[in-house]
């Protein structure tokens, strides 16, 4: 028995046990119902608003951005807070006290944070189909180019989350490092209005992120051909988008394990001690 | 297959520090410990808040890297310990609000996993789940979710999980705070089975003086980052000069005396003053006395040997 990936297969069984867990936890089930509601709703009251020269309505040219932007920031606020709450209630030091513990307890975070996307998915796409006409636009191929992106962009992305995970001081900066940062990205990225109503050093700017190419390839799989013109350059620009999810990607697997090395190597009883004391403090 | 977890050589000890040194920024927490714990040895380390004992345990838990000394458990240094070694070692930890979706039963599943390829014929790893929750008397509440168990309930879960991989050297940090009386003597008995029958190495840090000399083969004071003293608890309290007090009245007024050997001195007592000696007590010095003076006397800085304090009143 090879520990190592015995370690694997442990760790995707305990991502599995989180992901049924959450499932049923009447908490998470109100955070994927908040989530479903408020984009339906947005969607809604702007279901009859045209885009600017295109004849396409917005919920069409809107959805797929959210889609975008909410799988980056459900795969990077999400792990980022769970890595964060996890090292102050002991959870990581009781992995890192099993031999391939940590080995386990990463993979179990990965699979639990990527199955987590699909409720998400479903609750904000089954309606949708429902209640706007034209959503996908392109068929089989469309949604080929969505499960591409989705990879890709969770591949991206998700590394991003277990770094701010692992080097914010505490939980409740989570919020200043992970939040803020993110939904200032989302806002500059072209997903609620394109990205050409900006100034041109901010569309450089988030052209450097993921969250812009994962809302553009997105937007490649739901829109017609004739919306490209929305585009910059008029292009769906589909090379560009796979180079830099994979060149995140490839930052991601370099810089995440040394993070999290450094991080599970600071882990011990007293500061889990620590945290627990600031929390009742907190709570005061 | 791991590698073969039985290669410390017979006789070694399990736990053997040598100089060990701690020190943050210009605080020097640990200034010199020495300590020995042999196989199959339950010792108990003793001492004041901010002594270091939980610095020196997360040392030999290999999860704090020492400034300097020479530290060896189960053959190897703790900061270089692989994932052979850590399979052998077990650490019991204070949880607080972990997996609290999850079940007891569960967890142990799950964490006893790790342990399968590092087991061996005579040591087989991890203990079976039913077992173990029957032993730390969880089964009652096994299906229950964490987030909803009492205090003890989740200390005796720590405890579970600390045992899962059936360690061959189980570090516990203040293992019973929290318990009730009952929950405290089921952990003792467990304690005892784990040291008798496994052969399990046990270093424990309390500050249940009663529990110290009910478990330990062998208590460490920790003061002030060094240790001021090793020996059962029989011989520590033999340490101190007057180990024992005579307390009585005379004449309507009270007295109290500190002295080695309080036979003779009562003898001698009612030589002097006969039928005047009323409300007689001898009482011999516990541990608890003897930790006290020998902190009080360390803290302090004095180096003699330690005394129970003489008054008259």
Known sequence: MNPTRHAVSLGLRRGWTEFVLSLRSPQDQGFYLFMGVGTLAYLWFNRDTELEGTGLLLPTFALPSIL?????????????????????????????????????????????HSLGLLPLLLVILVPSFLLFDDVMSNGAAGW???????????????????????????VQKVGTWGMLPIITLSAISGIFFPIQAMWGWLQAVAQVFPIYWIGLGMRSAFLPDAAVTVELGDSWRTGTTVLVLAAWAVFGMLVTPRVLRRMARRQSGSQVQQAKEAALQWVR | MGPDPEHSAAGEPAISVRGLQMTYGEHAVLTGVDLDVHAGEVVCLLGPN???????????????LPSAGEVRVLGE??????????????????????????????????????????????RPRPYEVDWLLRTVGLTENADRKIGTLSGGQRRRLDVAVGIIGRPEMLFLDEPTAGLDPQARRDFHDLVHRLADLEGTSILLTTHDLAEAERLADRILILVNGRIVADGSADALTRQVAGSAEVRWACDGERFVHATADPTP?????????????????????????????????FESGDRTAPQLAEVSR
């Open chain 1, 68 to 112: 975008g932007a909410l799988i980056a920031f459900g795969v990077v606020i999400g792990p980022a807070y769970a890595l964060a709450m996890e090292r102050e209630d002991g959870t990581l030091l009781r992995h890192k006290a099993l031999p391939h513990g940590m080995q386990g307890y990463v993979t179990g975070q990965l699979l639990y």
């Open chain 1, 144 to 170: 080929a180019t969505v499960a591409w992106v989705l990879v890709l962009g969770l591949l991206a992305t998700l590394p991003l989350g277990m770094i701010i995970g692992s080097v914010v001081p505490s």
């Open chain 2, 50 to 64: 901010g002594a270091g004992k939980t610095t020196t345990i997360e040392i030999l838990e290999g999860f704090r």
């Open chain 2, 77 to 122: 240094n703790p900061a270089e310990g692989g994932d052979a070694w850590r399979a052998r070692v077990g650490v019991v930890l204070q949880s607080w609000r972990d997996h609290a979706r999850w079940t007891p039963r569960r967890l142990l599943e799950q964490l006893g996993g790790y342990f399968t390829p590092y087991a061996t014929a005579d």
């Open chain 2, 265 to 297: 001195f009562v003898r001698e007592l009612f030589r002097q003053h006969g039928d005047r000696v009323t409300d007689l007590e001898v009482r011999r010095a516990n541990l608890e006395d003897t930790y006290i003076a020998m902190v009080q006397r």
